[in-house]
């Protein structure tokens, strides 16, 4: 049928007497009837996947797959995973045997004294004790620590001290809001700014 209409008025241009026959087109809602609906993804206009079931179509992969898939699983990934539960398990360990450490409540802006082991090993009778002020705490899973700052002997001494440490045997409390003299809260977590301040602001060994 478009043939026929290409060719007559292909006719009609080269010869203006000659005129176009007139072809009468098929109604509209009888090809629309007969088409399928365009949001159904399973089936095709051109009638292809007409009576195949749904596992021997061609376009199947536009529909959305109802089977589960399985979850990736690999193999850093499970690592990661045993690495966190290995690190939990310590965490709570530590936790239960050294209650003269993790349960005392001291806080950023502290005086405090750690009793720790000099020298001669974990087992050693051979303590040291270190003071200073808590100027910010890191809590990093097993890499926990309590960073500390004092003036002994007029020189400035920052420690950073390991809280899961077998070195570290307790923590003792000897003023709370030393920094503020308890006038005021302390509102940060990091007390950096006693760098530049006088070296008697953070000053706890006596000597």
Request: proline share 7%; net charge positive; with cysteine.
């Amino acid at each position: 049928m478009m043939l026929r209409l290409r060719a007559a008025s292909r006719l009609a241009c080269r010869n203006p007497r000659v005129s176009a026959p007139q072809v009468r087109a098929p109604p509209l809602t009888a090809s629309l009837s007969s088409m399928p609906l365009v949001s159904d993804p399973k089936t095709r206009r051109d009638g292809a996947t007409a009576g195949l079931p749904r596992e021997d179509m061609p376009f199947l992969h536009h529909c959305p797959d109802e089977r589960p898939k399985p979850k990736f699983k690999g193999t850093r990934k499970r690592a990661n995973i045993l690495l966190d539960e290995i690190t939990r398990e310590a965490i709570e360990k530590n936790k239960k045997e050294k209650p003269e450490v993790f349960d005392v409540p001291f806080e950023v802006g502290d005086a405090i004294e750690l009793l720790m082991v000099d020298q001669g090993g974990v087992n050693s009778e051979q303590f040291e004790k270190v003071r200073g002020v808590v100027i910010g705490i890191k809590t990093r899973g097993l890499a926990s620590c309590v960073m500390i700052r004092d003036v002994v002997f007029g020189s400035v001494i920052e420690r950073g001290i390991m809280l899961h440490s077998p070195l570290l045997k307790s923590i003792t409390i000897l003023e709370k809001n030393f920094v503020y003299k308890g006038k005021r809260k302390v509102k940060r977590a990091k007390l950096y700014f006693l760098r530049k301040r006088k070296d008697e602001d953070s000053k706890v060994t006596k000597w």
